[in-house]
């Protein structure tokens, strides 16, 4: 199953980072820096599959989306927030909310909404899928090494099984952690 997954990663790669991305992105890193893939073209197809997810989520939403915002109090509220930011910012907010996990979808909404063209959003959001990719999948190949040493030293206590699932458990703790920190910033950027 392992050669599987290996052999596949980087469409694997592409797809999770069409739908949303942190956690495809993070996962390759580790990937990578285990050596099964390389580190380069992990963040080349990320910044692929984004830049796709992005510009296909833009333009239907420009389409659909407001239908769908006016049939979820929560979209209109979410959307309402990211408008608030967006306003008289579109280039720093299209690169900005790149990096709002689980915000994503509402940003997109609140730009796809508004007056932003096509011809502002495009390269805007290209220039913000690659720094997003480089910035998050060097990060996770970082942060990869701390995960990797934590393995090392719960294998030599009882096995891999414990030790594959504490190297799990220390990297969804990465991701939950980080995805705290990125909404704590949201919120406070709520009370300006």
């Known amino acids: 199953m392992l050669d599987t997954l290996v052999n596949n990663a980087y469409w694997l790669l ?3 980072t069409v739908m949303e991305g942190e956690t495809a992105l993070l996962l390759a890193s580790l ?3 285990q050596g099964l893939i390389e580190l380069i073209w992990v963040i080349i197809i990320a910044f692929a599959g984004a830049t796709t997810g992005d510009q296909i989520s833009y333009q239907v939403f420009r389409r659909f989306g407001p239908t769908m915002v006016t049939r979820s109090a929560t979209l209109q509220r979410r959307t309402e927030k990211a408008r608030r930011l967006l306003a008289g910012h579109p280039v720093k907010f299209i690169i900005v909310s790149r990096f709002f996990w689980g915000l994503r979808s509402a940003c997109m909404l609140a730009l796809a909404a508004s007056d932003v063209p096509t ?5 805007a959001n290209l220039a913000a899928c690659a720094l997003w990719a480089a910035v998050v999948g060097s990060l996770g190949y970082v942060f990869s090494s701390w995960v990797t040493r934590i393995v090392t030293a719960m ?8 030790a594959l699932l ?7 703790v990465l991701i939950v952690l980080a995805r705290r920190a990125v909404l704590k910033f949201w919120r406070s950027r709520e009370t300006l």
């Open 14 to 16: 592409y797809a999770g």
């Open 119 to 123: 011809r502002v959003f495009a390269p």
């Open 155 to 162: 294998d030599g206590l009882s096995g891999r099984a414990p």
């Open 31 to 33: 990937a990578a820096h």
């Open 166 to 172: 504490a190297g799990f458990i220390a990297f969804v």
